[in-house]
């Protein structure tokens, strides 16, 4: 008798258990669904709507401009290329060219506007300055050109505001430019 009663509680208990377990399962699902349907809405809008900032836009950074006739360093993160920059992680060849300075700047700006979701903020005869947009999440990185007519090359920089990695994203931007100006 003692051993029904026993076997009685397990049961219930198993009985308890399996009705609680679908009830969390469901609030989880829930959870997540809504977690994704917030994502989806949030990159559609970010899709369908050209120009609207995302979260992962940052701040532009105060340190955009030349100064002592160079651009910004890069931060100790790895998410930066400059040809400016002594150490292997950041440094970056700068652009040549061997037409005018006016023409290599024609050619940039080119180059740069054929790119996807990009906008020149700042351009003069020797400077120019852009923000480049991912296309899936909306991260902004900041790029910087530099003429050097006595050098004839264009210094770099292109740096993401947001972020430790930006996995070679900004080297490769900067390399792709490289091969369309050549």
């Not at 009985?15 to 994704?36: G, N, Q, W, Y």
């Not at 090359?153 to 080297?171: E, F, K, M, P, T």
Request: charged residues 20%; hydrophobic residues 45%.
């Amino acid at each position: 008798m003692a051993q029904n009663c026993t076997l009685g509680r397990v049961d219930i208990l198993q009985t308890v258990e399996t009705k609680k377990s679908p009830t969390a399962f469901k609030k989880v699902l829930v959870i997540l669904m809504s977690l994704v349907a917030v994502a989806l809405l949030a990159i559609a809008t970010f899709i369908l709507i050209p120009g609207e900032k995302t979260v992962f836009a940052g701040k532009k950074p105060t340190n955009i401009g030349v100064v002592s006739g160079k651009l910004a360093a890069c931060p100790d993160r790895p998410n930066c290329v400059s040809s400016f920059s002594q150490d292997a992680e950041h440094q970056i060849e700068p652009l040549a060219y061997t037409s005018s300075p006016a023409e290599a700047m024609a050619k940039l700006k080119g180059a740069i506007d054929s790119s996807a979701k990009t906008k020149i903020v700042t351009a003069t005869d020797n400077y120019l300055y852009a923000e480049f947009t991912s296309a899936l999440m909306g991260f902004v990185d900041d790029v910087e050109f530099l003429v050097d007519d006595a050098a004839k090359v264009i210094h770099v920089r292109s740096a993401s505001r947001l972020g430790q990695s930006d996995l070679g994203v900004n080297r490769k931007r900067i390399e792709t430019i490289r091969a369309q100006l050549n």
